[in-house]
């Protein structure tokens, strides 16, 4: 016999053995005449104490069970940007903590209709088990999935279905495919769940170390096809001449069809000193044909720092010598703002006056990592992001009293491995007239999604709403458009100084300053140096 289980606030299961035929259960919720909302409150945040600074938390009220207890974690090396909840009194025991956007709840009292389900309880303990974690996965998706409709579908019935499928199954990887094969008729690649092993190592990632091959993939949303990001810096995966844009077909042998990026990820982790063999599908360029490349790497330690900064000479085209100081941030982890805080001031030490904020293939990570970035850069109550729930309402999230670290001029870098808390980040200092984007359109993925550790120590992972510009603008599936683009003809227009630097010798030049975009970035910031100086 099943105990009453607590879903939510306002949806409440009780399920119990019917005599006498002890393999069928009862089912009996409260049905909400519709779907429930998810308020995503208005949010001010406080700026950050500029002397010492912090990660400060972010709470946005709601009402939320007293039986569900919160704690926010980092996925500083994935693609989603996370709002992270723990259900009941399983408390996340690693210390990577951070916070979101906001939190899920029930925003009133459900207006209830009795509705019973029945279906067969599993002899199979194991099976049993996952059982009781699906009716947990149906009800938060049922109360915070961004789609009321479900993808036109009959969710009460979706969870009657699943568990009759589940009844003759003897192992908990069959039954955790059952739920996995339900969430897919969503329609929504980024609602998912991962078993307790998977979820594991999902946290340990979180952590910022890990052993593995350094390399960041993506699900690609119109062909779920698994895509590389990008790679750390130095990491094996690096080394071995893995690129932006690959596709990753094939791992130690098995086939990657229908495998989710979490489950990749998992594979390609491994302990250090071991290896990996990994096949991937490329093109030498555009109008060539595919080709699929065989690559075996090595796994080692990685340490995941989000911030490398240098400062580049830069002479003006009046002649003046002067220092641009260059900032790249790979991942939105939970010490982002801070370390990119003491990179700043170490280079207004070095007398630097403008910036290069790059984030190219940076894939995103925590939300709340991405609005405190861009506080280091903006002053006053600006409006950082909308979201969406899914009523179709709009929230703002603003700053409050903000005061910019410096508001020397800058430039931010983008490309189509620019993604998520990336494109907000760049959409917020855009839309508020702090920065000029140079690059290419980014990748464009604007929704948020939760995760849920539930009872058994799986994940669930569902998308709860989307987010547009400052401006208002569509991120999802779309993407955001740079002021200035990498070309060969915009590079034809740069100023002669910008045209020694493409003839001088390899040896003469640093990488950084015979890299395209970043002479491009250099010419915008000439020109708001002129336009400045005229206005002064």
Same mark, same amino acid.
């Given at each position: 016999?099943? %105990?009453?289980?607590?879903?939510? $606030? #306002?949806?409440?299961?009780?399920?119990?053995?019917?005599? +006498?035929?002890? &393999? *069928?259960? !009862?089912?009996?919720?409260?049905?909400?005449?519709?779907?429930?909302?998810?308020?995503?409150?208005?949010?001010?945040?406080?700026?950050?104490?500029?002397?010492?600074?912090?990660?400060?938390?972010? %709470?946005?009220?709601?009402?939320? $069970? #007293?039986?569900?207890?919160?704690?926010?974690?980092?996925? +500083?090396?994935? &693609? *989603?940007? !996370?709002?992270?909840?723990?259900?009941?009194?399983?408390?996340?025991?690693?210390?990577?903590?951070?916070?979101?956007?906001?939190?899920?709840?029930?925003?009133?009292?459900?207006?209830?209709?009795?509705?019973?389900?029945?279906?067969?309880? #599993?002899?199979?303990?194991?099976?049993?088990?996952?059982?009781?974690?699906?009716?947990?996965?149906?009800?938060?998706?049922?109360?915070?999935?961004?789609?009321?409709?479900?993808?036109?579908?009959?969710?009460?019935?979706?969870?009657?279905?699943?568990?009759?499928?589940?009844?003759?199954?003897?192992?908990?990887?069959?039954?955790?495919?059952?739920?996995?094969?339900?969430?897919?008729?969503?329609?929504?690649?980024?609602?998912?769940?991962?078993?307790?092993?998977?979820?594991?190592?999902?946290?340990?990632?979180?952590?910022?170390?890990?052993?593995?091959?350094?390399?960041?993939?993506?699900?690609?949303?119109?062909?779920?096809?698994?895509?590389?990001?990008?790679?750390?810096?130095?990491?094996?995966?690096?080394?071995?001449?893995?690129?932006?844009?690959?596709?990753?077909?094939?791992?130690?042998?098995?086939?990657?069809?229908?495998?989710?990026?979490?489950?990749?990820?998992?594979?390609?982790?491994?302990?250090?000193?071991?290896?990996?063999?990994?096949?991937?599908?490329?093109?030498?360029?555009?109008?060539?044909?595919?080709?699929?490349?065989?690559?075996?790497?090595?796994?080692?330690?990685?340490?995941?720092?989000?911030?490398?900064?240098?400062?580049?000479?830069?002479?003006?085209?009046?002649?003046?010598?002067?220092?641009?100081?260059?900032?790249?941030?790979?991942?939105?982890?939970?010490?982002?703002?801070?370390?990119?805080?003491?990179?700043?001031?170490?280079?207004?030490?070095?007398?630097?006056?403008?910036?290069?904020?790059?984030?190219?293939?940076?894939?995103?990570?925590?939300?709340?990592?991405?609005?405190?970035?861009?506080?280091?850069?903006?002053?006053?109550?600006?409006?950082?992001?909308?979201?969406?729930?899914?009523?179709?309402?709009?929230?703002?999230?603003?700053?409050?009293?903000?005061?910019?670290?410096?508001?020397?001029?800058?430039?931010?870098?983008?490309?189509?491995?620019?993604?998520?808390?990336?494109?907000?980040?760049?959409?917020?200092?855009?839309?508020?007239?702090?920065?000029?984007?140079?690059?290419?359109?980014?990748?464009?993925?604007?929704?948020?999604?939760?995760?849920?550790?539930?009872?058994?120590?799986?994940?669930?992972?569902?998308?709860?709403?989307?987010?547009?510009?400052?401006?208002?603008?569509?991120?999802?599936?779309?993407?955001?458009?740079?002021?200035?683009?990498?070309?060969?003809?915009?590079?034809?227009?740069?100023?002669?100084?910008?045209?020694?630097?493409?003839?001088?010798?390899?040896?003469?030049?640093?990488?950084?300053?015979?890299?395209?975009?970043?002479?491009?970035?250099?010419?915008?910031?000439?020109?708001?140096?002129?336009?400045?100086?005229?206005?002064?």
């Amino acid at each position: 016999m099943f %105990s009453p289980i607590q879903v939510s $606030s #306002s949806t409440h299961l009780k399920m119990e053995t019917l005599s +006498p035929n002890p &393999d *069928l259960t !009862l089912l009996n919720f409260t049905n909400c005449r519709k779907p429930t909302s998810l308020p995503l409150s208005f949010h001010r945040f406080s700026n950050p104490d500029r002397s010492g600074y912090k990660q400060r938390c972010v %709470s946005l009220s709601c009402r939320a $069970s #007293s039986s569900s207890r919160h704690r926010h974690e980092p996925e +500083p090396d994935r &693609d *989603l940007d !996370l709002i992270i909840r723990t259900i009941g009194s399983r408390l996340l025991s690693f210390a990577a903590a951070a916070v979101a956007v906001s939190s899920i709840c029930c925003d009133s009292p459900a207006v209830a209709e009795s509705l019973t389900v029945a279906f067969p309880v #599993s002899r199979a303990r194991e099976v049993n088990t996952v059982q009781r974690t699906l009716v947990e996965a149906w009800g938060l998706i049922r109360e915070t999935f961004v789609d009321p409709t479900f993808n036109h579908q009959d969710w009460d019935s979706r969870l009657q279905q699943t568990m009759v499928e589940m009844f003759p199954l003897r192992s908990a990887d069959a039954a955790y495919g059952k739920i996995k094969g339900m969430l897919s008729t969503l329609g929504d690649p980024f609602t998912r769940i991962i078993s307790p092993k998977e979820y594991q190592s999902f946290r340990i990632g979180s952590e910022g170390n890990l052993q593995g091959v350094g390399l960041f993939i993506n699900s690609e949303p119109k062909t779920g096809h698994l895509v590389v990001m990008s790679c750390i810096e130095g990491s094996p995966a690096d080394r071995a001449g893995i690129h932006e844009g690959e596709e990753l077909v094939e791992i130690n042998g098995e086939k990657l069809e229908g495998v989710d990026s979490e489950a990749a990820a998992q594979k390609l982790r491994g302990r250090a000193g071991t290896s990996v063999t990994v096949k991937l599908k490329s093109a030498n360029d555009p109008g060539s044909d595919f080709h699929i490349r065989e690559v075996e790497i090595p796994r080692e330690f990685i340490k995941l720092s989000p911030i490398s900064s240098a400062i580049i000479p830069h002479r003006t085209p009046d002649g003046n010598l002067t220092k641009t100081g260059y900032v790249k941030l790979s991942a939105f982890s939970q010490t982002a703002a801070s370390d990119m805080v003491n990179a700043i001031h170490e280079m207004e030490n070095e007398d630097v006056h403008s910036y290069i904020l790059d984030l190219r293939n940076n894939p995103g990570g925590l939300v709340k990592a991405g609005l405190d970035v861009a506080q280091i850069w903006l002053d006053g109550d600006e409006t950082l992001v909308y979201t969406i729930d899914r009523d179709g309402i709009a929230e703002p999230i603003n700053m409050i009293d903000g005061h910019a670290v410096t508001r020397d001029p800058l430039v931010v870098l983008v490309n189509e491995g620019s993604a998520s808390a990336s494109e907000i980040l760049a959409g917020a200092l855009h839309d508020n007239g702090r920065a000029i984007l140079v690059g290419h359109r980014t990748f464009g993925k604007g929704k948020i999604q939760s995760v849920t550790e539930l009872q058994d120590g799986s994940a669930l992972f569902v998308t709860v709403a989307k987010y547009l510009s400052p401006s208002l603008q569509e991120i999802d599936r779309v993407g955001i458009a740079p002021d200035v683009q990498c070309t060969t003809d915009i590079l034809s227009s740069l100023s002669t100084q910008a045209l020694i630097k493409t003839t001088r010798s390899a040896s003469s030049v640093s990488p950084l300053e015979a890299d395209s975009c970043i002479m491009v970035a250099e010419h915008q910031l000439d020109v708001q140096r002129l336009i400045n100086g005229s206005a002064s």
